[in-house]
Each structure stands twice: as structure tokens, then as C-alpha cells.
């Protein structure tokens, strides 16, 4: 096959998550992001990479963002927001993390592929990235690209309430690179 058919089905597939994303839960997420003292991110494997994505482009807006597990990251607390990435919503260090931020007062929200999982339990909000019926991607990257550009979709949503524009995000962007 082509590698333009390919990329045809892969969009395709991707469309299809992205339109199944619920609205209001998408618009919940903005509204508790926006009044964070500070926001967390924690994923493992390539959620983990999806996170720390999103984590850039939040400090690029001017948010106070840290990755769990850096050793630079503070103490979790009330008036923070967790966000956790699995695909599962299974992941057991997740869950533990999940857990810790709740039980220390902060809200959790959890982007996922699964309605009912045990991070899904425990958090405040949780957005469901469905997956594929028939996948063409492997394993979970239909969940991991999704995310990704559902994730840049929030960041665009953000940028038009607040006002922030990708001018001022590229005063920001790393130079040390």
C-alpha cells in the first residue's frame, strides 16, 4: 500500500477518535487548567511523552507545570491539577501517583481509552480518546497521536481565552536546545 493511502486510513482513524471526544468534558478540562495554582503531568511510556509535550506547551503559555518524577517537581497540594495520561487507565505507577494527588487535595483528571478503569475511578474528570474498532496503527499509538493533537486542541482553546498568543509562547520556547 501507498504511503499516501496509509496516511489516508491513519487521519482517518484518528478523525474518528477525535470525534467521539465529548465537548463539555473538553470545555471542563479548560476551565480547571486555567485557574490551576500548578498542574501536573504524569504518563509512562509514550503517554509519558505525550505528557511532557502538553507540558511544554503549557509552560510555553506562562503556566507553572511539572512532570512527575523530575526531581525538580514539588509537593503536590490543594488548588493543583494532576493530569494523568494511560491508555489503559490501568497503569499501576499512574494509579499510585493518581492516588497520592487526590489524597494530598488536588483534583485529578485522566485522559484515556477505557470509560471504566481504576485511575477513571479516582479522578475528578475523566475524557475518553475511544479506540479504534478496527485499528490500523499498532498497539496504542491510535491513543497516543490522538491525545497528542487532542492535547494541542486544548492548547489552541486556552490560547483564544486567555488571549496568549504563539508570539508570546515563542519568548518562551527553550533556546538552550
Do not use: C
Amino acid at each position: 500500500m501507498k504511503l499516501s493511502e496509509l496516511s489516508d486510513k491513519v487521519l482517518a482513524e484518528l478523525g474518528s477518535i477525535l470525534h467521539q471526544v465529548d465537548e463539555e468534558g473538553t470545555a471542563k478540562l479548560v476551565q480547571e487548567i486555567l485557574p490551576s495554582d500548578r498542574i501536573f503531568l504524569v504518563g509512562m511510556g509514550r503517554s509519558g511523552l505525550i505528557a511532557r509535550l502538553f507540558a511544554t506547551r503549557l509552560m510555553q503559555m506562562g503556566f507553572p507545570v511539572y512532570i512527575v518524577g523530575d526531581v525538580t517537581t514539588p509537593a503536590i497540594g490543594k488548588g493543583d491539577l494532576l493530569i494523568a495520561i494511560s491508555g489503559s487507565g490501568e497503569t499501576g505507577i499512574t494509579h499510585h501517583v493518581a492516588a497520592a494527588a487526590k489524597s494530598s487535595g488536588a483534583r485529578v483528571f485522566l485522559l484515556t481509552a477505557r470509560v471504566a478503569s481504576k485511575i477513571g475511578g479516582i479522578s475528578d474528570l475523566v475524557i475518553v480518546l475511544p479506540n479504534s474498532p478496527q485499528p490500523i496503527l499498532p498497539l496504542m499509538s491510535a491513543f497516543e497521536s490522538a491525545a497528542h493533537i487532542f492535547l494541542d486542541t486544548v492548547v489552541i482553546v486556552m490560547m483564544e481565552k486567555t488571549g496568549v498568543t504563539q508570539r508570546e509562547m515563542m519568548k518562551r520556547h527553550n533556546i538552550l536546545e
